[in-house]
């Protein structure tokens, strides 16, 4: 059965320090990973997607960037975190290609910027 | 993705069930309506999804009109923990295969 794993649940940054989060998928083969932010009280966020290795697409202009340097590795990365980055920080997979498949969530990282 | 709207909450009795209306009028021939609910605190849950047919599976039943501009998701017996916020997507086949959460209904179950 496929898995996806987040990590940390929890984290609070200064700001200006840098970010990073994984998230892997175990499971499957060439899945498309997601990005999303729920800010408090605020809805999801797409971020950044990626369909392959080393694939990225940005839905949202920001100090965030993601990589993707394996198949089922995605990294969401900040040089100097700001405080409007806190939020709700939650990874994604699901099937290619094709609309026909469920997404499957992380249990999220939850981000304090102090 | 093409536009959802649905009632920003509603509310409903312990062991009751529950009808959920999405209203979907500028859907395409193939998107699909997916339904997703997020509990306090946690990541959204896939919940179903249906293209024309009405779906059944272990966590409710998607009613789908047969023009499918309407869904609605049924939930035959809610308990409190069904309690959470409920998202209708539309998903088209685009190369990123990306799901757009709107507003979602806030249900709220009382004992």
């Known amino acids: 059965s496929q898995t996806i794993h987040q990590w940390p649940a929890t984290l609070v940054q200064p700001v200006g320090s840098p970010l990073s989060l994984e998230c892997t998928v175990e499971g499957t083969s060439n899945p498309n990973l997601y990005w999303y932010r729920q800010a408090a009280g605020r809805g999801l966020q797409l971020l950044f997607y990626s369909v392959g290795i080393g694939q990225i697409s940005s839905e949202v202009p920001q100090n965030l960037s993601a990589s993707r340097p394996q198949d089922r590795q995605f990294i969401l990365s900040s040089k100097k975190l700001l405080l409007s980055d806190s939020g709700f920080y939650l990874c994604?997979?699901?099937?290619?290609?094709?609309?026909?498949?469920?997404?499957?969530f992380g249990s999220g990282t939850r981000l304090t910027v102090v | 993705d093409a536009k959802t709207t649905q009632p920003n909450s509603m509310e409903s009795n312990e062991e009751e069930p529950v009808h959920l209306p999405c209203n979907h009028s500028?859907?395409?021939?193939?998107?699909?309506i997916h339904w997703y609910r997020q509990l306090p605190s946690q990541g959204p849950e896939y919940v179903i999804h249906g293209l024309t047919s009405n779906v059944n599976n272990r966590m409710a039943s998607l009613a789908i009109a047969e023009d499918r501009k309407s869904s609605t998701l049924i939930l035959h017996r809610a308990t409190l923990r069904d309690a959470a916020v409920y998202y209708c997507?539309?998903?088209?086949?685009?190369?990123?295969?990306?799901?757009?959460f709107g507003g979602g209904t806030r249900l709220m179950v009382k004992p």
């Open positions: 994604a997979w699901t099937r290619t290609p094709g609309p026909n498949y469920g997404y499957t």
């Open positions: 997507i539309l998903r088209v086949g685009n190369a990123g295969n990306m799901l757009t």
């Open positions: 500028t859907i395409s021939g193939t998107d699909y």
